[in-house]
């Protein structure tokens, strides 16, 4: 045995049928792609997630998926547009809850802008809040219902505690954080946000899920670890402090690239 931490995985069905083994072999975390997919959440869902159900007959790992998320921003400050992204996140616990999957990833609502112009528009730090509430009343409560967590992502993030705070906000249980580091390392390169790993140490124990993918800090690449100039090392450390137990998730564009991200990291004595 080893005390490295157990790496899981993102991926879409037809990916997961080729790397079953890779998934259930160590019953590592697993995290669902196809359901980002707007139009199948509104068809029929149930074909794919009963495939999903079968092929992971026996698995004990972690079950996941990434909700919706093109085009929807929880904090719109148009009451019509959340009414549709409520619908659409509802539409995605009722997968998790079909395929009994145990978190959603939803993306932050915090911008650029947002970061820039708190202090000239001080009303928007409050309104971002109010507005994520109303959108997300009901979808906290059938997460609640459910034993589903909603991880909220960093996307363009540069205050690393603003997303924090308003998951507190919710005071509950199914409201969490999510870490995307190569969205770290692009807002820390591009927008001059903190590393990657004080976004891990601003999270704490809130942090219940991380993507990690390689970036160089200009765009949001998704690239094999080890190919782009996050510090892994200091990634690492900061989340080896917590004792949430996040989910640790190779979210890479190329699904080819999860196996020598593995062995990037075991052989770097980081993870396994």
């Known amino acids: 045995m080893t005390d490295l931490p157990l790496l899981g995985a993102a991926m879409p069905l ?3 049928e080729e790397n079953l083994e890779f998934i259930i072999g160590e019953h590592r975390d697993l995290e669902i792609q196809d359901f980002i997919d707007v139009s199948l959440l509104k068809g029929d869902w149930k074909t794919p997630a009963s495939r999903i159900k079968t092929l992971l007959e026996g698995y004990r ?3 996941g998926i990434h909700g919706p998320f093109w085009g929807l921003n929880f904090s719109n400050p148009d009451a019509d547009i959340r009414k549709i992204v409520t619908e659409r996140y509802l539409q995605g616990l009722k997968v998790c809850e079909y395929m009994g999957a145990t978190q959603m990833v939803i993306h932050s609502p915090y911008n650029f802008w947002y970061n820039n112009n708190i202090g ?13 509430h109303d959108t997300l009343a ?13 991880v909220v992502e960093n996307i363009e993030d540069i205050d690393p505690e603003a997303r924090c705070l308003l998951a507190d906000s919710f005071q509950s249980p199914a409201v969490a954080i999510s870490i995307d580091t190569g969205h770290a390392q692009f807002t820390h390169g591009s927008l001059n946000a ?20 390689d970036a160089d800090g200009y765009a949001d690449r998704h690239w094999e670890i080890g190919k782009g100039n996050i510090h892994w090392e200091s990634v690492f450390t900061a989340l080896a402090e917590l004792e949430s ?9 190329d699904k080819k690239a999860i196996l020598p991200s593995v062995n990037y990291l075991r052989a770097a004595n980081l993870a396994r």
């Open 14 to 16: 037809d990916i997961l």
């Open 194 to 213: 903190c590393p990657v790993d004080y976004f891990v140490r601003a999270a704490g124990n809130r942090l219940q899920h991380v993507h990690l993918q």
């Open 61 to 63: 790992g972690r079950l």
């Open 138 to 150: 009901p979808v906290v409560k059938y997460a609640e219902n459910i034993g589903c967590t909603l």
């Open 120 to 132: 000239n528009v001080p009303a928007s730090s409050t309104q971002i809040i109010e507005y994520a």
């Open 245 to 253: 137990n996040p989910r640790l998730i190779l979210e890479l564009r």
